[in-house]
């Protein structure tokens, strides 16, 4: 059985086929990329995943449970979150409000429980703000918690969206260039956290345009061109395939 | 005096306010602060929509007339019901709330000037209705003596003491329904929601739901407003219902600090105050001089639009801003922990 599967994962916008009947396997517990010229389609397979755009014809599935027809809340409920490419925090909301707010699928406090602040809420809300201090340490942010999203410094901003990601207790994270605009010293220290997340026994498939990055964490990668599954492998076969080469340097070069 | 008997000095404050009708024996100060409460409370109510969750509701004053009309229509001669004014506490806020969903339904995919224009027209059709609905609410006569409540026997008659109590206790619970509120779950959904809908909806926040509940518990707000507004006035007609009202409770969310409750009820009290007492009284005073041909009540408006430029211009954020507003409006990357973080790992990166 496979932990997450697209099958022929098709999405047309008007004349534009933007994926092509895309299908491939992700194993429960890997680390996984997908890479690929800009235009490619990488982003808009994360938001046909994550029910942002509903797949023209094909199939996603998470544990055998079609994700087709969900909604995107539906969707993180059933245990796959995301970041962005542009970080999409909420930008005046504190570091911690970020990542409690990352915790709502997880909680179960009603109207009426918010409405009179009753004992179980009370307790609920303590719980949930330990957590969110504990996520914001594991990424190194424990002394930003008070302060507002758009405050952080851009390398900062990308591990908060991470906490927050990680808040719901995700099965799959995706992540959505998180090396992007990073210094050399920020993309190392995000190659230990990957791992670190990995090791809580989350899933990660991420985006990536660093190679630097994508060879060093990921174990299976994914290489996407015109909305097509070009090449697929370990990132040593990935490096040397034809097809690869030629559609990141065009053709001539290989 | 210790510094925590200077920070709890304003709440001694709050423990006198139920006496001051029995300290100030004016009765027309009384009266003034009863009909104040009524604009506190809906000042309350549009801030969980406008302030919380970031809809912009121009068409507010509709469910002030729901809840005004729900008590009028059942507690009169009007239809010889006569359900009690504690009851219809209870009733009005759930009549106001299940338009909040119907009218909030239909708006949940607009956004910003789209959403408030439809909400706009909302506030328009249901003073409308109202109006045109003769045979049941009398048109533009509207509907007058309705029940005066009682307590333990006490009739409240026509004096406004009992109401501005009743104002008290509702404004109490409404503020402590509202801060509940802010630091809970559907206060953080509310907040990704205004912030950035889509990312909320990544989080699991069903972004439908959670909207349906501010227009629901922000109408539930102004129902309370209009059954406690009708039994003390002992009258609705549509015409209390108009544009200005939605306007007015608007002007005192932003002159107060949208978002915050505090600022919001400082608001509230400013513009009430203006409205409903120094206007009226300065045209009075300037009758008695002898300027007979002044009413400064005509200018109100041009009164609002003043203190909304000159708020623009000076604080934008409100006289007491929420944090995020403040933030909003004068951002600063002024953390020194921050920077020097930042500082060091700049230098070790480069190192």
Request: include cysteine; aromatic fraction near 10%.
């Amino acid at each position: 059985m496979a932990f997450f599967r697209l099958t022929d994962v098709r999405k047309d916008f008007g004349g534009l086929v933007a994926v092509n009947d895309l299908s491939f396997e992700i194993e429960a517990g890997k680390i996984v990329a997908m890479i690929g010229p800009n235009g490619a389609g990488k982003s808009t397979v994360f938001n046909l995943i994550t029910g942002v755009y509903a797949p023209t014809r094909g199939t996603i599935d998470l544990e055998e449970r079609s994700l087709v027809g969900l909604k995107t809340y539906e969707i993180a409920s059933l245990g796959i979150a995301r970041t962005f490419q542009n970080i999409r925090l909420f930008a005046f909301m504190s570091a911690l409000d970020n990542v409690m707010t990352g915790e709502h699928s997880r909680m179960r406090a009603n109207l009426f429980g918010s409405l009179l602040h009753i004992p179980s809420e009370r307790r609920e809300e303590r719980v949930t703000r330990e957590r969110a201090r504990e996520l914001l340490s594991f990424v190194g942010l424990e002394q930003h918690a008070g302060g507002y999203a758009r405050n952080l410094p851009y390398g900062f901003q990308r591990r908060l969206e991470i906490a927050r990601a990680l808040a719901s207790d995700p099965k799959l994270l995706l992540l959505d260039e998180p090396a992007a605009g990073m210094n050399p010293r920020e993309k190392d220290d995000l190659i230990g956290l990957i791992g670190r997340i990995r090791e809580r026994g989350v899933t990660v498939f991420l985006i990536e345009h660093d190679m630097h990055l994508v060879m060093n964490v990921s174990e299976r990668v994914t290489v996407l061109d015109h909305g097509e599954k070009i090449a697929e492998g370990t990132p040593a076969e990935v490096r040397t395939n034809r097809r690869v080469i030629e559609a990141y340097l065009g053709t001539g070069a290989a | 005096m210790s510094a925590t008997v200077r920070r709890r000095l304003p709440y001694l404050a709050l423990v006198l306010l139920p006496f001051i009708p029995f300290i100030d024996q004016n009765n027309s100060h009384v009266d003034f602060l009863a009909n104040a409460g009524a604009f506190v409370l809906l000042a309350l109510g549009l801030n969980i929509v406008v302030g919380f969750a970031g809809l912009l509701d121009l068409g507010y004053a509709a469910f002030f007339a729901i809840g005004s009309y729900s008590y009028a229509m059942l507690a009169s001669q009007q239809f010889g019901i006569h359900i009690p004014f504690w009851i219809m506490l209870l009733v009005a806020p759930c009549i106001a709330a299940l338009f909040g969903v119907l009218l909030g339904a239909p708006t949940l995919r607009l956004r910003g000037d789209y959403l408030a224009i439809v909400t706009l027209g909302f506030g328009e059709i249901v003073p409308q209705t109202f109006l045109n609905l003769s045979q049941f609410t009398n048109g533009p006569n509207g509907i007058s003596s309705l029940d005066q409540p009682s307590l333990f026997g006490h009739n409240f008659g026509f004096s406004a003491t009992p109401y501005y109590e009743v104002m008290l206790v509702l404004i109490a619970i409404g503020v402590w329904f509202a801060s509940n509120l802010q630091n809970s779950r559907l206060g953080r959904a509310w907040m990704a929601i205004r912030e950035d809908e889509l990312a909320a909806r990544h989080m699991g926040i069903n972004t439908t739901t959670a909207k349906l509940a501010a227009f629901a518990l922000g109408a539930s707000f102004s129902g309370l407003a209009g059954v406690a507004y009708a039994a003390k006035l002992d009258l609705v007609s549509p015409d209390q219902f108009q544009f200005n009202v939605s306007v007015l409770v608007l002007s005192m969310l932003v002159l107060g600090g949208m978002g915050n409750i505090w600022g919001v009820i400082v608001g509230s009290l400013v513009l009430s105050f203006l409205n409903s007492f120094l206007l009226p009284q300065s045209t009075n005073l300037a009758h008695q001089i002898g300027l007979t041909g002044v009413d400064f009540t005509n200018y109100r408006f041009m009164l609002y639009g003043v203190i909304l430029v000159a708020m623009m211009l000076f604080r934008p954020e409100g006289l007491i801003p929420s944090r995020q507003r403040k933030a909003e409006f004068h951002e600063a990357l002024d953390d020194p922990a921050l920077e020097a973080q930042e500082q060091s790992e700049y230098t070790s990166g480069a190192a």
